[in-house]
């Protein structure tokens, strides 16, 4: 019988990876530092996602939250919600969990190139997100303006807070983040009030943008209004990221569709005008 090939095996079976470091984001995420066992890069693209295993336990998807361009460890921001994500979060470095993938339909590079890109995650949307931010930051030359938003329930809910600043000081992004509602007596020198407050007052040259939203559900139609009022429509001027329960990653359970679309194939990183009109969509 011939072997499978390195395809077949990391879409059906686990690989072997080694945590290379644990670092805490907020109250409940982690930074996951990860390497394939055998060296190899994870060969991934911005806004795909990985199975992530435990042995004795369901696999879950994650995003990768790290850039191709970064060589020698991928990275996964990781909230903790149930059984795998708390055993995942119990890690040590050193120690071993297995990956399927890199699976899904990734950002759309090559129609991002050129354009000026208004990149808005809310709440752990900013993970996935990150993978292309990182991108940018790395191929600078291959993108016209980069404006970062981000919208966080309070202060400690915010990820990535070391970018965030990184990202606001560094001179490559225009980067602003807002919260939902600020403690009385915190200390946070951002923004208050909604992500949408962030995007009223843009001066932009629309017909030249290009927009990427990721968040949570109820972020979408409120984000998209807005941008629609500066001019952007869904035609290759939107993309969304729609997240489903998946089971398989493949295109084989039936777990993530939305109508006739599997969101771990077709997405999850779709144009909106693909998925705008599919019921139960956004
Ligand atoms: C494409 C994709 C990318 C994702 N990327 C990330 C990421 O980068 N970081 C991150 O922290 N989370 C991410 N998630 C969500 C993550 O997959 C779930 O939090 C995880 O599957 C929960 O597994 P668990 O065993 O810990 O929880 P369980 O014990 O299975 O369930 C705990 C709770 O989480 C809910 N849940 C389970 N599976 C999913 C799911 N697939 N999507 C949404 N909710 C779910 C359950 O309904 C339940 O309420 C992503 C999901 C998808 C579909
Ligand atoms: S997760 Fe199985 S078909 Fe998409």
Not at 108 to 120: A, E, F, S, T, V
């Given at each position: 019988m011939s072997q499978p090939s390195q395809t077949e095996t990391s879409i059906y079976s686990p690989r072997p990876c080694r945590l290379l470091s644990v670092n805490k984001l907020t109250p409940q995420d982690k930074l996951f530092r990860l390497q394939l066992r055998d060296g190899s890069e994870l060969q991934h693209q911005p806004g795909q996602f990985i199975q992530l295993s435990i042995p004795g336990l369901t696999d879950a998807p994650l995003s990768v939250a790290s850039s191709p361009t970064r060589n020698g460890y991928f990275e996964l921001g990781v909230r903790k919600a149930g059984i795998l994500t708390s055993a995942l979060h119990r890690l040590q470095p050193g120690e071993q969990v297995g990956i399927r993938g890199p699976f899904g339909r990734p950002f759309?590079?090559?129609?991002?190139?050129?354009?000026?890109?208004?990149?808005?995650a809310g709440g752990c949307g900013l993970a996935p997100l990150r993978s292309l931010i990182q991108y940018c930051q790395d191929r600078r030359d291959e993108f016209a303006t980069v404006q970062i938003f981000y919208g966080a329930r309070s202060p400690q809910d915010m990820l990535f807070q070391q970018d965030l600043s990184a990202w606001q000081t560094g001179g490559s992004f225009n980067c602003r983040y807002t919260v939902d509602k600020k403690p009385v007596d915190s200390c946070f020198d951002g923004e208050t009030g909604l992500i949408t407050n962030l995007l009223n007052d843009l001066q932009i040259d629309a017909a030249n943008s290009c927009a990427v939203i990721v968040?949570?559900?109820?972020?979408?139609?409120?984000?998209?209004?807005?941008?629609?009022?500066?001019?952007?429509?869904?035609?290759?001027?939107?993309?969304?990221?729609?997240?489903?329960?998946?089971?398989?990653?493949?295109?084989?359970?039936?777990?993530?569709?939305?109508?006739?679309?599997?969101?771990?194939?077709?997405?999850?990183?779709?144009?909106?005008?693909?998925?705008?009109?599919?019921?139960?969509?956004?």
């Open positions: 759309q590079l090559d129609d991002l190139r050129g354009k000026q890109l208004l990149l808005i968040g949570p559900p109820t972020m979408y139609r409120p984000v998209i209004s807005a941008l629609r009022r500066l001019g952007l429509n869904s035609e290759k001027q939107i993309m969304v990221s729609l997240e489903r329960q998946m089971r398989c990653g493949v295109g084989k359970c039936g777990h993530c569709t939305i109508e006739h679309l599997y969101c771990c194939q077709d997405g999850p990183i779709f144009w909106l005008e693909e998925v705008e009109h599919l019921r139960g969509a956004l």
